[in-house]
């Protein structure tokens, strides 16, 4: 079992930045993908950045790529994504997840999920 608690979101403006985090409690989180999905009102839950257990396969949707950043911290459980670069479509509730699939970039791929931190980016 694995329990993942977001924090990090708030109101910014865009071209602004801010860090989410996602603690884990659960032996195993050293052993799991873990990936970052966001859902806005009205529209699907979409992925946004993945990583591998390792650190060494990292995945971000195309909307992404360049201003955001995702690490993790096997010593401390903890998941990051670091958003640089803010606009105002990256407002969201930003979910933290974790899993074993092989698939890493559909939200099926995932056994565990967050309760979700929103991000307001505001024009």
């Known amino acids: 079992q694995v329990q993942l608690v977001e924090s990090g979101g708030g109101l910014v403006q865009a071209g602004g930045s801010l860090r989410l985090s996602c603690a884990a409690s659960g032996r195993t989180f050293s052993r799991v993908a873990m990936g970052w999905f966001r859902q806005a009102p009205g529209k699907e839950r979409e992925f946004v950045a993945a990583?591998?257990?390792?650190?060494?396969?990292?995945y971000y949707a195309e909307s992404v790529k360049g201003r955001f950043t995702i690490s993790r911290d096997n010593a401390k459980n903890t998941v990051y994504l670091q958003m640089n670069s803010l606009k105002p479509e990256d407002t969201a509730v930003y979910y933290c997840?974790?899993?074993?699939?092989?698939?890493?970039?559909?939200?099926?791929?995932?056994?565990?999920w967050g309760q979700g931190t929103q991000v307001t980016v505001s024009s």
């Open positions: 997840a974790a899993g074993n699939s092989l698939y890493l970039i559909v939200a099926s791929g995932y056994d565990y």
């Open positions: 990583i591998r257990w390792s650190g060494g396969n990292i």
